[in-house]
């Protein structure tokens, strides 16, 4: 089993920055893409910013040049460096992985436990 632990949410205001981070642990098989999804009340959970199976940086448009991924592969951690924070951005950010056992080929799904982000106007 693979284990996700996020950390660095909370309160800020408009225009203020967060950072991140999502701490992963335990079996990870060959990994496709690691990421950040978020979901806001009443909405479906969506993508926010992943490396794909090529190792490259994926972007959804609405936080394209104010949120930054990043990886530390020594420590099996991602990060998300969030600038310039709106009130829109306000959700529940979730930590995402994706691999393939070596063996069977079959890809897994894997989410954190969430960490909530909250923007002020």
């Known amino acids: 089993q693979v284990q996700l632990v996020e950390s660095g949410g909370g309160l800020v205001q408009a225009g203020g920055s967060l950072r991140l981070s999502c701490a992963a642990s335990?079996?990870?098989?060959?990994?496709?893409?690691v990421g950040w999804y978020r979901q806001a009340p009443g909405k479906e959970r969506e993508m926010v910013a992943r490396?794909?199976?090529?190792?490259?940086?994926d972007y959804v448009d609405f936080v394209k040049g104010r949120f930054t991924i990043s990886r530390d592969n020594a420590k099996n951690t991602v990060y998300l460096q969030m600038n310039s924070l709106k009130p829109e951005d306000t959700a529940v950010y979730y930590c995402?992985?994706?691999?393939?056992?070596?063996?069977?080929?079959?890809?897994?799904?894997?989410w954190g436990q969430g960490t909530q982000v909250t923007v002020s106007s």
């Open positions: 995402h992985l994706e691999d393939r056992e070596y063996v069977s080929r079959m890809r897994r799904h894997y």
């Open positions: 335990g079996s990870i098989a060959s990994i496709i893409t």
């Open positions: 490396f794909t199976s090529d190792g490259e940086p």
